[in-house]
Protein backbone atom coordinates (compact mmCIF):
# COMPACT_ATOMS: atom_id res chain seq x y z
CA UNK A 1 0.00 0.00 0.00
CA UNK A 2 1.17 3.72 -1.12
CA UNK A 3 1.46 6.73 1.00
CA UNK A 4 -1.60 8.42 -0.22
CA UNK A 5 -3.86 4.71 -0.20
CA UNK A 6 -2.92 4.69 3.06
CA UNK A 7 -3.58 8.43 3.61
CA UNK A 8 -7.09 7.82 1.77
CA UNK A 9 -8.01 5.28 4.08
CA UNK A 10 -7.37 7.36 6.98
CA UNK A 11 -9.46 9.87 5.69
CA UNK A 12 -11.97 7.98 4.72
CA UNK A 13 -12.04 6.56 8.43
CA UNK A 14 -12.04 10.07 10.03
CA UNK A 15 -14.96 11.14 7.68
CA UNK A 16 -17.15 8.55 8.99
CA UNK A 17 -16.24 9.72 12.80
CA UNK A 18 -16.11 13.47 12.29
CA UNK A 19 -17.17 14.50 9.06
CA UNK A 20 -16.41 18.23 10.32
CA UNK A 21 -13.06 17.63 11.57
CA UNK A 22 -10.09 20.30 10.21
CA UNK A 23 -7.53 17.47 10.09
CA UNK A 24 -10.06 16.26 7.06
CA UNK A 25 -10.19 19.35 5.63
CA UNK A 26 -6.34 20.43 5.89
CA UNK A 27 -6.06 16.48 3.65
CA UNK A 28 -8.91 17.37 0.80
CA UNK A 29 -6.70 20.92 0.68
CA UNK A 30 -3.60 19.09 0.19
CA UNK A 31 -5.21 16.94 -2.48
CA UNK A 32 -6.48 19.61 -4.34
CA UNK A 33 -3.40 21.50 -4.79
CA UNK A 34 -0.95 19.34 -6.70
CA UNK A 35 1.96 21.43 -7.37
CA UNK A 36 3.88 22.26 -4.44
CA UNK A 37 7.09 24.45 -3.13
CA UNK A 38 10.10 21.91 -1.99
CA UNK A 39 9.66 22.20 1.51
CA UNK A 40 5.98 21.14 1.79
CA UNK A 41 6.60 18.15 -1.00
CA UNK A 42 9.71 17.13 1.15
CA UNK A 43 7.18 16.32 4.13
CA UNK A 44 4.19 15.53 2.08
CA UNK A 45 6.42 13.12 0.10
CA UNK A 46 8.36 12.26 3.15
CA UNK A 47 11.92 13.18 1.65
CA UNK A 48 15.03 14.79 1.80
CA UNK A 49 14.96 17.84 0.07
CA UNK A 50 18.26 16.79 -1.67
CA UNK A 51 16.39 14.02 -2.45
CA UNK A 52 14.32 15.97 -4.84
CA UNK A 53 17.48 17.89 -6.31
CA UNK A 54 18.94 14.49 -6.74
CA UNK A 55 15.82 12.68 -8.41
CA UNK A 56 16.07 15.99 -10.50
CA UNK A 57 19.58 15.89 -12.04
CA UNK A 58 18.99 12.20 -12.50
CA UNK A 59 16.26 12.59 -14.87
CA UNK A 60 13.88 10.33 -12.37
CA UNK A 61 11.28 13.02 -12.70
CA UNK A 62 10.54 14.53 -15.59
CA UNK A 63 10.33 18.38 -16.07
CA UNK A 64 6.59 20.13 -16.77
CA UNK A 65 5.14 16.47 -15.19
CA UNK A 66 6.83 16.13 -12.37
CA UNK A 67 8.17 19.54 -11.61
CA UNK A 68 8.51 22.85 -13.11
CA UNK A 69 10.51 26.14 -12.79
CA UNK A 70 9.11 29.15 -10.86
CA UNK A 71 9.46 32.07 -13.73
CA UNK A 72 13.12 32.42 -14.02
CA UNK A 73 14.25 31.71 -10.46
CA UNK A 74 16.08 28.53 -9.72
CA UNK A 75 13.21 27.79 -7.24
CA UNK A 76 11.20 24.89 -8.18
CA UNK A 77 7.38 23.56 -7.43
CA UNK A 78 6.75 19.73 -7.27
CA UNK A 79 3.86 17.62 -8.65
CA UNK A 80 3.26 15.36 -5.36
CA UNK A 81 0.64 13.42 -6.37
CA UNK A 82 2.53 11.99 -9.41
CA UNK A 83 5.81 11.94 -8.25
CA UNK A 84 4.14 9.53 -5.27
CA UNK A 85 2.90 7.45 -7.97
CA UNK A 86 6.54 6.77 -9.40
CA UNK A 87 7.48 5.96 -5.69
CA UNK A 88 5.02 3.38 -5.47
CA UNK A 89 3.97 1.55 -2.43
CA UNK A 90 5.58 2.90 0.79
Known sequence: M????HADKLA???QVMAPD???LQAYRDAC???WAKASDACNRLLVA???LVR????GKIAEGIHWQRLGLSRHCVYNV?????L????
Open 49 to 51: PRT
Open 87 to 90: MGPA
Open 55 to 58: WRQD
Open 21 to 23: APE
Open 2 to 5: NIKD
Open 12 to 14: QAL
Open 32 to 34: ATP
Open 81 to 85: PEIAK
